[in-house]
Nanobody, 119 residues
Framework: QLQLVESGGGLVQPGGSLRLSCAAS????????MGWFRQAPGKEREEVSC????????KYADSVKGRFTISRDNAKNTVYLQMNSLKPEDTAVYYC????????????WGQGTQVTVSS
């Protein structure tokens, strides 16, 4: 059974950092793209970043370029999102997802992890 479990969210002050993890089970990440999305209260879910399968190409939303870094460890079947220089507007529930390819349809979602940036 395919399962994605996010962790690493929490409360952080503006300018701080967090690293989110998404551990997959029930399938191998090797050949799939993996994405991070977020949804703030009252807003639509938006794509934050995506990393392609074995090629490892990445893409980022303009709002996070230069601050967030997506990476994957296929041996651990885990995808990460390193978030630096966090801003209050980054506050949201963050979800990881499995995609056939970046910008493609989402096959499966994780349960989400809350990130709150506040002083």
């Amino acid at each position: 059974q395919l399962q994605l479990v996010e962790s690493g969210g929490g409360l952080v002050q503006p300018g701080g950092s967090l690293r989110l993890s998404c551990a997959a089970s029930g399938f191998s990440l090797d050949y799939y793209a993996m994405g991070w999305f977020r949804q703030a209260p009252g807003k639509e879910r938006e794509e934050v970043s995506c990393i392609s399968g074995r090629g490892g190409g990445t893409k980022y939303a303009d709002s996070v370029k230069g601050r967030f870094t997506i990476s994957r460890d296929n041996a651990k079947n885990t995808v990460y999102l390193q978030m630096n220089s966090l801003k209050p507007e980054d506050t949201a529930v963050y979800y990881c997802a499995v995609l056939l390819y970046c910008s493609g349809p989402v096959n499966s979602w994780g349960q989400g992890t809350q990130v709150t940036v506040s002083s």
